[in-house]
Structure formats: C-alpha cells, structure tokens
C-alpha cells in the first residue's frame, strides 16, 4: 500500500504540481486503487491553483461531487490504464487522468483537473456557468470565474501530458525506495534485536530462538528435514515456516498425517490408484506425492507407518518416482520432504520398528521443537497472544490473567504444550463472561491444584531443630522466589531481612536463578 502522507512533502512532486500550476493553473489531485480521493478533505481551506476548483470546494456538495468524479475516473482507468484519458468533471471542464503502476500493479491515479478544451465557445462556457450556479454562487462571480479558465491549446497538451504522467512515474519511483528503505531497517532490526515471532511461532526463550536460527540457515535448502518434538508443540507451525521461507513458497504445501489411515487407504491416498485396481476404484485418482510436485509434502507422524509402507516412503524420496495402486509404470515427482513425529525414531530403529535406511534419509536436517515446560519465559506472551485471539472471534476486548492465576499457570507443566495452552486461554476466556480479569477459579481444576497434594504439610518434627529450621528456611526462600519473579529487594522486605543477608542464603541453598539455568534446571524445578 502507498503511504500517502509521505508525498504530500516530497521536493519533486511538490515542484511538478507548482510547474503545472503556474503553467496551465491546473490542480492535481490524487486516488487510491480504490477511488478515494487522498491528501484533501472536507472542508479544508487548502487554496486551489484553478479558480473553478478553488470555488467549488467552499462548498461540501462540491467536494462530494469532486469525490464522485476522482472515483469513478479512477476505476474507469483502472480497466484500461491508458495514460492522459480524459474526463469531463462538469459541463466542458475538463481533467486528464494517468494511471500509478509499482511492479505492474495499478495502485491509484494522478487527476489533473480544471481546463478547457481547444475551440470552447462563449455558449459552452455558458453551460458551465449554469452548472455551477447549483452550488449558489452568484452568477457574476461565477462568470469571472470561468472567464480565468485556462484553454489549452494543441501544441501545449504534449507539454502538460508529459509533466502529469511524471508525477505518476515519481509516485511510482519513490514508493519503490520507500519500501526498500522499510524493507532493509526490517532486516536490519532482525539483526539487531531478538525476534520474538517467527511466522506464526512465538517465543523469546533461548531455545526457540535455537530454532528461529536454524530456520534461518535451512531457508534455502533443499534438504530433507525431520521435525521431532512431543504433541501441541507446533510441529506443523515449523513445516510451514520451512516451506513458505524456502525457494518453494508460491507452490502447494500438503500435510498428511501418516497414522489417520490403515496400510491400504494410506497407500491409495499417499500414491493414488488405477481406476479397477480395486473395489470402489470407479476412475483414476491423483495421489498426493504427485499434488505436491515442485511443492512440499509434510508427512506429520511418519512414526507411525509400517515397514511396507516405508519401503515406499524410501523409494519416492531417494528417486522421485513411486507407483500408483495398480499401475504398471512408475510416475515421477520433484517434491521437497518435511516428516514430523513425537516419537523416538533413533529407538525404534534399534528395535527394528523403522527402517535404518529411511530414518537417515530423513534425517538430513533435525529439528527438535522444545517443550513448553522448557520454555516457561514464553507461557505470558503466549497466553496474551491467545487472550487476545479469543477475544478478536468473540468480537470482545481481551481478558486480563491475575497475578495468582499467572503464578498456577506457570507452575503447571503443560504436557499437552502450546495446544492445551491455546484451548485453555479459550476456555478461560469464555468462562470469563464480562469480567475483565481471570481469576484462579476460572482455571481448569487440572491446573488449579497441581502441586497442591505435593506439598509438605507442616515441617518435620523429628531430627535436629537446626536441619528443621534450615529446611523451612530455604522452602520460604524458594516459594518467595518464585511468587516474587526473583525480585530479591522485594522478597528481603517481606522476610524481614536486609538484601545482603538474603542474597547470602539464596547462595548457601543453591536458590540462584542463573547458576540454575547454567545446569539445565527450569525455574519451576527449584
């Protein structure tokens, strides 16, 4: 989209619009690829070069009907795209209309306005006058008015076609450098900055931003990729950011989950069959490998497939070429392979539950998508994005999460990961009714209670009173921590103790949030 705002106040465009002006006392206006009249509204005390324009704009009956005319000029230009086509706006005024073209798209107008065409006579202008005198005007200022009309003559149009269309070329030119410029502070701040999405992924934890970097090196590859991790991770978010990154992007994309169908309707769905191959082969069908050519084909669960169905899976990969249900000649594909599974393919090949060969030439590229209870930093950004995502179908404003049902939610380990988030920020979100906020009985009870029966109910009262001390000591230091997001100022004052004495006992019970991390522990472990 052109940012119009931005051309009201380039040099060259303003020049060209003063140069047509003072030559011919013509205004130009512009147009969106819709029509809309841009860079003048109603009312505006904006002085115009033509004397008819300047007049008729004093009145909103006369914007409206400058409106009008700038749309429908506008959309009859947007069929034809013929340069300097000319329209009467009223009786015998006349404007030129030049079509704004980036990357052989129509993207507006430029609508040079208010001229006469050689050999108007006094009777025509008469006409004009007449036309004029509904907007109530007083018929001798509106005849002064038309007297000052420029009439352009034959040789002249040349001239004032070529400066008119110069404007359309600057609009053109400089949306293009424009858009570059944008274009490069983009790349520039993804440089610069960690990103927090990518595509339709979200997360600013060191691990997904392992996998944001690794999308980033495989974006022009051709190689097979594996993507493991367990289920409502995202793995099909991943497969679609391979495919629509990579040189593949404007061919199809198809997904197929191998566990959804037995060994036969797989087989036929997979490679496509001969019509009479078998019972209810009424005509030929198309298989997906061969849909997907130049495209990609994502196979999510390939886990799940039997040792026949994996020999053909090789075979299509390595060759390009497969057999339909059937057929007697093979048929040959170019198409990119992403296979997904929540299962551990290294294991089963020891077990020989999936062929060694396949699970190599699979295994070109791994990706590995964390789970979401190693990356609790990205629960508080997911949980707004799906807040909000609720809220936005429900046509509502997004609900709000309080400190304690936050605090539940970081706690709970997630095993169905992102999907069982989403579901339950949904879910929440309608329980919710006209609440603004989410409180902690709004959460599922799976949610709600965890940890509750893991707690220690009181402390021991065998052993020694130092060990005992020491033991709740460090168990209200650890559940400060947490409740506090490690805000140790704010903890000490809570205790009762300064923040040197508490900085002391974090490091005497290993409480340490960065030492932890260092060692691979999650903060909700401690």
């Not at 209870?373 to 509502?396: P, T, Y």
């Not at 559940?479 to 005497?508: D, P």
């Not at 340490?512 to 999650?522: S, V």
Request: include cysteine.
């Amino acid at each position: 989209m052109i940012n119009w705002d931005e051309f009201e106040h380039i040099h060259v465009i303003k020049k060209l619009k003063e140069v047509i002006a003072k030559w011919f006392s013509i205004d130009v206006y512009f147009a969106d690829d819709r029509g809309n009249l841009k860079l003048l509204d109603k009312g505006s005390k904006k002085v115009q070069s033509n004397p008819i324009m300047n007049m008729i704009l004093q009145r909103d009956e006369g914007y409206e009907s400058l409106c009008d005319f700038i749309r429908n000029t506008t959309m009859d230009l947007k069929k034809t795209q013929e340069k300097g086509a000319i329209k009467e706006f009223l009786p015998h005024l006349m404007g030129s209309a030049f079509p704004i073209i980036i990357d052989s798209e129509f993207m507006g107008a430029v609508v040079c306005l208010g001229y006469f065409g050689e050999g108007i006579t006094e009777g025509q202008k008469k006409e004009l006058t007449k036309a004029i005198a509904h907007f109530n005007f007083p018929h001798q200022e509106i005849e002064v008015v038309v007297s000052k009309v420029r009439c352009l003559e034959k040789e002249e149009v040349p001239y004032f076609s070529e400066l008119s269309d110069l404007v359309s070329q600057e609009i053109s030119t400089l949306h293009k450098e424009i858009s570059m410029r944008d274009d490069r502070i983009l790349e520039l701040n993804k440089e610069l900055g960690i990103r927090y999405k990518y595509d339709n992924m979200i997360g600013k934890s060191k691990p997904m931003q392992d996998v944001y970097g690794l999308l980033d090196k495989i974006k022009n590859s051709e190689s097979t990729v594996l993507v493991q991790g367990e289920n409502g991770t995202g793995k099909e978010l991943i497969a679609k950011a391979i495919h629509y990154n990579s040189p593949r992007k404007d061919n199809i994309f198809i997904t197929q989950n191998c566990s959804a169908f037995n060994d036969n309707l797989l087989d036929s769905e997979l490679f496509g069959h001969i019509k009479g191959s078998f019972t209810g082969a009424v005509r030929d069908k198309k298989g997906l490998f061969e849909t997907a050519d130049k495209g990609t084909f994502f196979l999510d669960e390939i886990g799940d497939t039997s040792p026949t169905m994996q020999v053909k899976l090789l075979r299509v990969i390595q060759e390009g070429v497969f057999l339909p249900v059937g057929a007697t000649e093979p048929r040959k594909v170019d198409v990119r392979i992403l296979a997904a599974t929540n299962r551990d393919l290294k294991d089963m090949v020891e077990k020989g539950t999936f062929r060694e060969d396949l699970y190599y030439r699979i295994n070109v590229i791994n990706i590995t998508v964390p789970p979401l209870r190693d990356r609790k930093e990205d629960i508080l950004m997911l949980c707004e994005h799906f807040l909000a995502k609720s809220a936005l179908e429900k046509q509502i404003k997004p609900r709000l999460l309080t400190k304690r049902a936050l605090e539940k939610i970081f706690d709970y380990p997630w095993p169905g990961n992102i999907r069982e988030l989403e579901n339950e920020m949904e879910r929440v979100t309608v329980l919710a009714g006209t609440e603004s906020k989410i409180t902690v009985d709004m959460l599922s009870i799976r949610i709600r209670d965890f940890g509750e029966r893991n707690k220690v109910q009181g402390v021991r009262i065998q052993g020694k009173l130092r060990d005992a001390l020491e033991e709740l000591e460090r168990e209200m230091i650890r559940e400060g921590l947490k409740r506090t997001g490690w805000n140790k100022s704010r903890l000490a004052k809570e205790l009762g103790i300064s923040r040197a004495g508490l900085i002391n006992k974090v490091e005497k019970y290993n409480l340490d949030k960065r030492k932890l991390l260092a060692a691979g522990k999650r903060p909700g472990e401690l």
